[in-house]
């Protein structure tokens, strides 16, 4: 909380203050390579009796029982584009809307109960009477799916070296984004949905002016949101899942009037 609250009121002091004595208005757009974090995918299910474990037997589950499973996730490809104010001060502060989608590699280490379920037969699960000869383990195996998020930002920079041809900055946003989840192993739809949350991003990077108008740069980006919360479809229960990202990406900026 005490981060949330400090990165909000700093982006929203940077905004506003270089807004308001802006000297040069900029367009800007990025093309770059995400690399979503793991998540650690945790929830509490609902009452059910699982399908066959494999030995003819099922097991009850109570309301409230912990389940999760760990994601892991392929690059993605991000996209952004960036609407500007500059101050000869150095501040800089800009709208940026962002778009990213990285594929679900794999999932691995089911529990349930606090136990690992990955060696029951995947009938437990998917709620089947008969056994499927294949493990919960093999099943969340195959890693199809996806996240994607769609975020707008507010951000707000400081230029070093403001008068010369290279220049480095820091930056900092807050935003809101949609996030859709799809965890969709083996074909066996588990999340399918989108929820919209707080979003922030820390950036570091340098620019490079090419003339009096364009300008080329290159940043590193943490980018998260708070964890999302989705119903699992396969059997009664809530999942939080985490959104984080660290995204190297390269970019072109016009500046109007410079």
């Given at each position: 909380m005490i981060t949330r609250i400090t990165v909000t009121a700093l982006t929203a002091g940077l905004f506003l203050t270089t807004a308001a004595s802006a000297q040069e208005y900029y367009l800007g757009g990025t093309i770059g390579y995400g690399m979503q974090s793991d998540s650690d995918n945790s929830g509490t299910t609902g009452a059910f009796t699982t399908g066959d474990i494999g030995d003819g037997s099922t097991i009850p589950v109570s309301a409230g029982t912990p389940y999760g499973w760990d994601t892991e996730f392929d690059g993605a490809l991000v996209l952004s584009g960036e609407f500007g104010a500059r101050h000869d001060s150095g501040f800089r502060a800009g709208v940026e809307v962002v778009y990213s989608q990285a594929d679900v590699d794999g999932h691995s280490n089911v529990t349930l109960g606090g136990g690992s379920i990955g060696a029951l037969d995947a009938a437990s699960i998917a709620g089947s009477p008969t056994p499927l000869g294949v493990t919960v383990a093999q099943v969340v195996a195959d890693g199809r799916g996806e996240i994607t998020n769609t975020a707008i930002f507010l951000?707000?920079?400081?230029?070093?070296?403001?008068?010369?041809?290279?220049?480095?900055?820091?930056?900092?946003?807050?935003?809101?984004?949609?996030?859709?989840?799809?965890?969709?192993?083996?074909?066996?739809?588990?999340?399918?949905?989108?929820?919209?949350?707080?979003?922030?991003?820390?950036?570091?990077?340098?620019?490079?002016?090419?003339?009096?108008?364009?300008?080329?740069?290159?940043?590193?980006?943490?980018?998260?949101?708070?964890?999302?919360?989705?119903?699992?479809?396969?059997?009664?229960?809530?999942?939080?899942?985490?959104?984080?990202?660290?995204?190297?990406?390269?970019?072109?900026?016009?500046?109007?009037?410079?």
């Open positions: 951000n707000g920079y400081y230029d070093f070296n403001r008068d010369g041809q290279v220049q480095p900055y820091v930056g900092v946003g807050i935003g809101y984004a949609d996030v859709s989840v799809n965890y969709n192993p083996s074909g066996v739809s588990v999340i399918d949905d989108s929820e919209g949350a707080f979003a922030y991003q820390l950036k570091a990077g340098a620019t490079m002016r090419l003339n009096e108008q364009w300008d080329v740069y290159g940043e590193y980006t943490y980018r998260a949101t708070e964890d999302v919360d989705f119903n699992n479809r396969l059997f009664p229960g809530s999942l939080e899942i985490e959104n984080e990202s660290n995204v190297i990406s390269i970019g072109v900026r016009y500046r109007f009037g410079g």
